[in-house]
């Protein structure tokens, strides 16, 4: 199968030399300078055939005009599939370099060629699918510490569907939680949000860990957060916030509904105009 020239396939059957099969060493990947990248939470669906207002955004959030973006794929069961469905709507909006990221084991996520295409990029596209197989195959690797190496070095780190639910620390899994990538570590992510009403769920998973806060966001709409520059929602959708950290008395067990009636529980839904107000941005960190 015939593929441009500049989209570079990084895969196992890439990483079969001996030189790719090396683990990466921690001190070879480049160590944090200057302010971390931009995260960007995107509710799945998004529009990649009108305005696509979501993706053009992503593409100005990379940390240079001539951006090289890493898209992983992992979480899809069709990885090759997904990745083709960015190439061209990267490609038409400016970005000249792509790489695809898919390691199929776990081994194949310590090898050299794939971390340091992570490692190095100026913008990296987490897809979606299924976020359990993601942090089965990428959780705990070398490519994941790459993920994070990467953003602290100013790379704007993007998830849809699944991608975005692999941010928290504590990721939304079907009705369970188990562990995610850990780049938001107070934050539960749920996606596809008022699409599927997934209010519920959310709730039922705050109601274990009140003290962490709910993100829903909607189909082709993203929330953007950057520290210290506050936060803003893109996209034709919105995104709701759930903070049940002022309320008094233990809350495990409660149905939705009851929860929904706890004094203290804060609720607020995000549009997509202009920045999101400074006081809920420092709720986000």
Known sequence: ???????????????ASPVAARPVPVAALPGP??????????????????????????????????????VLPSASAYPEAAARRYEAVLAALGVAQQVVVHPATREDAGRMELVAQVATADGILIT????????EIVGGTPLEQAIHQAFMNGAC????????????????????LTEGFGLLPQVI?????????????????????????????????ALV????????????GS??????RAVQGAIDGLEPDALMQVPG?????????????????RLLG
């Not at 990248?37 to 990379?62: H, K, P, T, Y």
């Open 1 to 15: 199968m015939q593929r441009r020239q500049w989209l570079v396939y990084a895969t196992s059957a890439v990483a």
């Open 33 to 70: 300078v200057g302010r971390p990248g931009a995260l960007m939470l995107i509710g799945g669906a998004e529009d990649r055939q009108g305005d696509r207002l979501v993706l053009r955004r992503f593409v100005s959030l990379c940390r240079s005009p001539a951006p090289r973006v890493a």
């Open 128 to 135: 979606g699918g299924d976020q359990r197989r993601l942090t």
């Open 157 to 176: 780190v993007a998830g849809t569907s699944a991608g975005a639910a692999v941010m928290s620390a504590r990721m939304l899994w079907a009705r369970s």
């Open 189 to 221: 992510v749920d996606q596809h949000f008022t699409e599927r009403r997934r209010l519920p769920r959310l709730l039922r998973a705050l109601s274990r860990h009140p003290d962490h806060i709910g993100v829903g966001v909607d189909e082709d709409t």
């Open 225 to 236: 957060l950057r520290r210290g520059q506050g936060a803003e929602v893109v996209g034709s």
């Open 239 to 244: 995104v709701t916030i759930v903070d049940p």
């Open 265 to 281: 529980l804060r609720v607020l839904r995000l549009q997509s105009q202009g920045p999101v107000d400074p006081q809920v941005a």
